[in-house]
């Protein structure tokens, strides 16, 4: 009866301690996922810091042409509220309905609306024909919002 007793007890240190290490490696691979996903979701969203309200003016440089980007953005709750966007052209004078290229004239309103829906300059999407005016807005857009931070 004691060796009964003693394998008994044997097999069942062995049946627990088996129970332990393939237990733990299960766990470990769980919570590693339960990282990965709260990382994954971090990665989605951002943290954005919140836009003190208030009206912010910015510039780009100067193009091949000498021309200019001037944005004002009013913002409020946090969110940019308005957009004005215009160009100035080497003589100081802003692009407007003589300007021979109407493409651009086309996209400064969109570029405007595409900032106020999206909230971020980098979300806006360069329209066709009109890269330079694109690329100017987005760098006024991102000096004004410096300072609204």
Known sequence: MNRGV????IIAVVVIGLFFI??????????????EQKQEQMQEQPRREELASGTYSGESDRDDHGDIGSIVLQVKDGKISNVDYQEIRENNEPKGEDYPYPKALEAMQELEKQLVEKQDPDEVDDVAGATSTSNKFRTAAKRALEKAK
């Open 6 to 9: 003693i394998w008994l007890l």
């Open 22 to 35: 393939f237990r733990r490696p299960g766990e470990v691979e769980e919570k590693k996922e339960e990282i």
